[in-house]
Each structure stands twice: as C-alpha cells, then as structure tokens.
C-alpha cells in the first residue's frame, strides 16, 4: 500500500462531511481512561470502522470512536481506542490517525496511556510527563516513501515531547491530588509484558516507565509540526520491580481509581492551553 495525500484526504474530506467545524486540539485516550469522554459537550461521535482508509481497533476496553465536541470552551477531537503494532498492524499504518488530525487542522497533540513503573521511586496511581522516549525495536511509522505534504524526509526529535506544553502540564496539577512525575516513556512491542530482565536493561539506559503505544502516534506528529504533550498513567509496577506476576486486572484496577482525577486534570491543560504560544 502506497500511503499518499489523497489516500488520508479520503478519511478527513468523510470527517468534514459529517462535523461542520475543524478542532483545536486531538486527544489520545490510552486503556481505561475512556471516562474523559463524559467530559465533552455536544459530542458527534464516528466509528473508526465508518471512516475511510481508517483503522479499527480490537483491544478490549477501547471503544473504537471518534469523538468530536467541546471541552472546556475549545473544539476537540477524541479517540476513544488507538492502534498498536501487536494488533497487526503493520508500523507505517499506525501514521493514519495523527496525518488526519494534521488534516482536520488540529494545532496540538495530547496523547495519554497506561504504563508500567520502572522508577522504583513511582507508584501506581502517579502521573509522568514524557519528556522523551527510547524505542530500540520495531521499525519507524515513517518508513517508506515520504510524504512531502506532511514533512520532510528527515526530521528533529529533540523537542518532540513539547517543552511548553509539558510546563503547562505541571502548573495544572496543582489542587488535584495527583502525583506527577517527569519522565522517559521506553516502548516495547508487546502483546506480553516486558520480562524483569528487559525492565532492568530499561533502567539502566534511563528509563521510568515502559508501554506498548505512544511513540509512533508522536513521532508521526514530530514529522508533521505538531505539538505533542503525553501523559502516562503508572498502572502497575513493572515486572520484577515487585515480587508479583503482572495482570491486566492490576491495570484495570489502578487506571479506573484515578480516571476520574486524571480527567478533571487533562481537561484544566484543555481549558489552559491557550496561555501556551505554540
């Protein structure tokens, strides 16, 4: 598959047919943190497998919607579920979701996930602001032909993790009970979870927390200009940290006691964003 202009046009001209307005800002919802979307008002809500050229999510607990609608006085757009390479996927279809915000006109990019702790200092419930990633496997969304349209063929990283942005994020934590944290986010392939032995090696090359998602959606906006800011929930400490196997349950657990301060948090960044000149 040839990934061109008008092979993403396709989905963001059936997206302009249905939302009569174009967002401000694109939120990525990670695993379980879908009660942020009760947050948004007047919502017109898509499904992935609706839109053209778009992907469909099969992860249990992402819902597989787009949502369009108000937080906080400002347009947005929500993905309620994101893609991962274990799905399937192959790494350059993972690029689709942010070139169709870039289209739409989105002019920053929130990205949230659940993640394991490698920090021993971290605990389940805290927050960390990525303020950069290590990703040693897997091959680059950007592999391929480029796409001139979008950027160019090579590109910096070295503010990829939006300082800015990432200052707001610590200013708005204030009074809402969080622990926040700032951090490297390492990416693994997955499906399983990452093994003691692989945790340590994530420590020793600077790392505070390891997942499955996040750096493709980011790289793909660093590539076309976009303002990243990314959040990760810490949903469990990671394997070896403590002397217990790793579950999905745990996961579950932790992200649902904190959704609902993590949403009132993530919508005060939507609400403040604007004192941010990106």
Not at 237 to 263: H, W, Y
Request: proline share 5%; glycine share 8%; with cysteine.
């Amino acid at each position: 598959m040839e990934y061109t202009l008008e092979y993403f046009q396709k989905s963001a001209d059936y997206i302009r047919s249905i939302v009569p307005w174009s967002p401000e800002i694109a939120i990525v919802l990670g695993s379980f943190l879908g009660p942020f979307t009760d947050a948004i008002e007047d919502p017109i809500v898509i499904d992935y497998g609706d839109i053209p050229n778009f992907l469909v999510s099969t992860v249990q607990g992402h819902a597989g919607k787009l949502i369009f609608g108000t937080v906080a006085g400002r347009r947005v757009v929500c993905m309620s579920g994101r893609f991962h390479s274990y799905e399937g996927y192959d790494f350059e279809q993972l690029v689709i979701p942010v070139r169709l915000f870039k289209l739409l006109g989105v002019k920053a990019l929130i990205l949230t996930n659940a993640a394991g702790a490698v920090n021993a200092e971290y605990r389940p419930g805290d927050i960390m602001i990525v303020s950069d990633h290590i990703k040693l496997t897997g091959a680059s969304p950007l592999r391929g032909k480029n796409v001139d349209e979008f950027g160019p063929r090579f590109f910096d990283v070295s503010r990829m993790y939006t300082p800015e942005l990432r200052k707001l994020a610590r200013a708005c934590a204030e009074g809402t009970g969080l622990t926040l944290h700032e951090g490297v986010y390492m990416f693994f392939t997955g499906p399983q979870y990452e093994t003691p032995a692989e945790i340590r090696a994530a420590r020793i090359l600077g790392a505070d927390a390891v997942g499955m998602s996040t750096v493709t959606e980011a790289l793909t906006a660093a590539h076309c200009g976009m303002p990243v800011l990314c959040l990760s929930v810490m949903t469990n400490m990671a394997a070896g940290v403590l002397e217990q196997p790793l579950t999905s349950e745990e996961v579950l657990e932790t992200a649902m006691a904190v959704a609902k301060r993590f949403s009132v948090y993530l919508k005060n960044i939507i609400e403040r964003i604007g004192e941010v000149s990106l």
